[in-house]
Antibody, heavy 121, light 108 residues
Framework: QVRLQESGPGLVKPSETLSLTCTVS??????????WSWIRQHPGKGLEWIGY???????SNNPSLSSRVSMSVDTSKNQFSLKMTSVTAADTAVYYC?????????????WGQGTLVAVSS | ENVLTQSPATLSLSPGERATLSCRAS???????LAWYQQRPGQAPRLLIY???SRATGIPDRFSGSGSGTDFTLTISRLEPEDFAVYFC?????????FGQGTKVEIK
């Protein structure tokens, strides 16, 4: 069973950089047609896909966030990470990491439990 | 961007009733890349249906998906107490994912 676990600060100051890491267990991040993704959910709202990174390091981001988002992967630690620059209160949300499954028409079949990130001074 | 619009926003039903949730896309969804998720309060979303109509592992057969092109439906044949939750549809196309805004199924 694949498990994902987000980690990182729960509080970030405005204009600073949000950094989160997702640790994957129960399967290798370095194989298969899987798209390791970040998704966020504003309080009481819907889901917003942020972007994905493939094990090769190739990425794709939501155009609405693209200029502020970067992602990286560390296959030796079975982890991938998100950085979002110049955050504002509008970036306060629960951030999930998830696996996009390219074998089954690209659903997110495994999710982390989510981590709440608040942007506040 | 392929915008997904879910209706209704809220569905008030009793246990044992049938629930029909709609998801309409602004553009045709590529190759049936349409999925449905259930989210209970305080939990991460859980995959129910992928590829329009395939149930994910461990999902009961009272959940079914259908549709094509721009119109998709999630049906719950007989609501169980644990099915009262929020449901999201999601599509994949051109290396991007988008989600609908959700339908809340609440107890009447």
């Amino acid at each position: 069973q694949v498990r994902l676990q987000e980690s990182g600060p729960g509080l970030v100051k405005p204009s600073e950089t949000l950094s989160l890491t997702c640790t994957v267990s129960g399967g290798s991040i370095n194989s298969g047609a899987y798209y390791w993704s970040w998704i966020r959910q504003h309080p009481g709202k819907g889901l917003e896909w942020i972007g994905y990174i493939y094990h090769s390091g190739s990425t794709s981001n939501n155009p609405s966030l693209s200029s502020r988002v970067s992602m990286s992967v560390d296959t030796s630690k079975n982890q991938f990470s998100l950085k979002m620059t110049s955050v504002t209160a509008a970036d306060t949300a629960v951030y999930y990491c998830a696996r996009g499954n390219g074998y089954n028409n690209f659903p997110f079949d495994f999710w982390g439990q989510g981590t709440l990130v608040a942007v506040s001074s | 961007e392929n915008v997904l619009t879910q209706s209704p926003a809220t569905l008030s039903l009793s246990p044992g009733e049938r629930a029909t949730l709609s998801c309409r896309a602004s553009q045709s969804v590529s190759s049936g890349h349409l999925a449905w998720y259930q989210q209970r309060p305080g939990q991460a979303p859980r995959l129910l249906i992928y590829a329009t109509s395939s149930r994910a592992t461990g999902i009961p057969d009272r959940f079914s998906g259908s549709g094509s092109g721009t119109d998709f439906t999630l049906t719950i044949s007989r609501l169980e107490p644990e099915d009262f939750a929020v449901y999201f549809c999601q599509q994949f196309g051109r290396s991007t994912w988008t989600f609908g805004q959700g339908t809340k199924v609440e107890i009447k």
